[in-house]
């Protein structure tokens, strides 16, 4: 058998094709997806893992709202509210000794952000602005006619302009309306339990009272409750 020169060798092994190296544009490429295959089961775990917390903490925030309305006998009473609108701050003075438990529910509401994104639903000029009530314009549109009734008749028991009230009507899922008189009413208890005295803001008051409204009494620009804060002292 002939023997192969060693050059022989040399040449043969030069014509012999080496592994083909990976390119670095291709690397890069390769990194980017990896990476993105990451991110994207990561985000896919932690959506699923918030979704999942939701209903407990959306059942957590519920029981706690009933508790807090429940237990009010634990509730301290403040001397003064603070309701902040989109027009202005109206401070107001609370009554606890007539509706001691309408005012317990008042704070109540108050601590747990219930008038927050509340809206004045309800405007009428010379009679009430009602802020978070209920959508029925029948009640309202009764308490006008009975207050046109009424203004020609002796006031002297009237409620007086500027107080803060709630309307007797019970509300499903513990909601809670404001009202504030801008005119002396007559015979107001029949309809409004009143807890409170506007002591600064009537400005606000009057310029929510001038606001446009349509034949339902309702503001064609919302005016929103932006919260409401209690306080010992001002």
């Given at each position: ?5 060693p050059?022989?060798?040399?040449q ?88 001691p ?56 028991l ?14 499903d ?27 600064k ?34």
């Amino acid at each position: 058998m002939a023997r192969i020169k060693p050059q022989t060798l040399l040449q043969q092994s030069k014509k012999k094709k080496g592994p083909s190296r990976i390119s670095v544009a291709t690397t890069a490429i390769y990194g980017i997806v990896v990476v993105g295959m990451v991110l994207f089961i990561f985000a896919t775990c932690r959506y699923w893992s918030r979704r999942s917390k939701l209903p407990m903490e959306d059942a957590l925030s519920a029981v706690e709202r009933d508790n807090a309305f429940g237990d009010t006998k634990k509730v301290d009473i403040p001397k003064y509210a603070v309701i902040s609108t989109s027009k202005g701050l109206i401070t107001v003075e609370i009554y606890n000794e007539g509706s001691p438990e309408v005012v317990k529910q008042f704070v109540v509401s108050c601590l747990t952000g219930r008038f927050k994104g509340m809206f004045f639903n309800r405007v009428i000029k010379n009679f009430v602005i009602q802020g978070g009530g209920d959508d029925n314009a029948g009640t309202i549109e009764d308490w006008t006619l009975k207050g046109k009734h009424y203004s020609h008749l002796d006031t002297s028991l009237k409620h007086e302009a500027f107080m803060l009230g709630t309307s007797k009507t019970k509300h499903d899922g513990g909601r809670f309306d404001l009202l504030i008189t801008t005119a002396p009413i007559p015979d107001l208890n029949e309809k409004v339990n009143v807890f409170g005295r506007v002591i600064k803001g009537e400005d606000v008051v009057q310029e929510i009272e001038e606001v446009d409204t349509d034949e339902h009494y309702r503001p064609k620009q919302p005016i929103a409750i932006i919260e409401v804060t209690i306080k010992q002292k001002i």
